[in-house]
């Protein structure tokens, strides 16, 4: 048996009515033509709906039934189809976006103020963990989203490129390559003490790259878990420090100077990934529009704060 969505809406028209005519005249059609629609319908239920006399159609006992039953189905379709535009027009949805601790406190907060300013009706849920959780959580659906970066290898993942960074040296004020103006190449941090992460921070690795480059050996002072540790260890006198350019905004209040490294200059490109199988949901579409603006400000935000450090420090 088969009924139509036409066929319930012409019967709730007609049982609302009354009358044939009227109803015909709300649905903009012939009123035989609706005549036949409800006689069709009786057939497909094998239920009398409507008595009908010549000044006035009523519900039968089974019509009154079967009506409320097809206001429902209609009220929940027509419910149905207001969620699915909300969704489609970003008016509501939900994300959960992965991100490690750094870029998690320096790129998400803010991220997550506009989205919730530009579309209210989408939640955010944020996970900060490693970078490999990260991946692991999005390509088995537990996370819409993460963003950091990644190895190009990762099987069943799309990359979206939305910035790049660079590694910087901070180090203490009044020490010898705070005092030099511009850059410092990687060859110079030769006999300094360095404060590196540990070595399964991809951070870490890319520091080793720059060492390697440079053909100067790496014996880190100290080896830390955290930037902040890092950055205190640092402000102490007790080293220097590589990091992202970006790493600065963590801590604003940081008196230590930044400085650009070159020869070579080592950058990278901080994505979103997907899984490459799941056609990304409107809400997430969202969140990249404005995670992407925020990058940008990001990226000018750690341009000026490298500047920052008192003109007698220089």
């Known amino acids: 048996m088969t009924v139509s969505l036409p066929q319930l ?7 609302e009515h009354g009358n044939f005519t009227r109803a015909a005249e709300r649905l903009h059609m012939a009123q035989p033509a609706l005549s036949q629609i409800v006689r069709s319908l009786e057939g497909h239920l094998g239920l009398r709906l ?37 969704l489609a027009s970003r008016r509501r949805g939900r994300v959960v976006v992965a991100a490690p601790p ?12 506009e989205l919730r300013r530009s579309h209210p009706g989408i939640e955010t849920v944020l996970l ?38 660079h590694l910087m040296l901070f180090c203490p004020p009044g020490s010898e390559l705070s005092r030099r103006r511009g850059s410092v190449r990687w060859k110079d941090l030769a006999n300094h003490p360095l404060i590196t992460l540990t070595q399964s921070s991809g ?30 260890l640092a402000e102490a006198g007790l080293g220097m420090t590589v990091l992202p350019s970006y790493a600065r905004l963590a801590i604003p209040q940081t008196k230590l100077v930044a400085r650009p490294l070159i020869e070579p200059v080592l950058s990278r490109d901080i994505v979103v990934i997907r899984r490459s199988s799941r056609a990304p949901e409107p809400a997430v579409l969202a969140f990249q529009d404005v995670l992407r603006r925020q990058m940008r400000k990001l990226a000018t935000g750690a341009s000026v704060a490298v500047d920052r450090a008192p003109r007698g420090r220089r």
Not at 9 to 15: E, I, K
Not at 205 to 219: D, K, N, T, W
């Open 9 to 15: 809406r012409a019967f709730l028209t007609v049982a």
């Open 102 to 113: 750094l870029l998690a406190s320096v790129l998400l907060p803010q991220t997550i103020v």
């Open 50 to 86: 409507f008595d009908r006399t010549t000044r006035r159609v009523e519900l039968t006992d089974g019509g009154r039934e079967f009506r409320d039953t097809a206001a429902k189905i209609l009220q929940d379709l027509d419910h149905a189809i207001r969620l699915a535009g909300d």
């Open 128 to 165: 900060d963990t490693t970078a490999d959780r990260i991946v692991e959580a999005v390509r088995k659906g537990e996370a819409h989203c993460g963003c950091g970066t990644f190895s190009t290898s990762e099987d069943g993942i799309e990359r979206l490129p939305i910035g790049r960074d």
């Open 203 to 232: 951070i870490r690795l890319r520091v080793e790259v720059g060492f390697e480059s440079a053909q100067i050996p790496l014996s880190p002072a100290f080896e830390v878990a955290q930037i902040t540790t890092a950055f205190a």
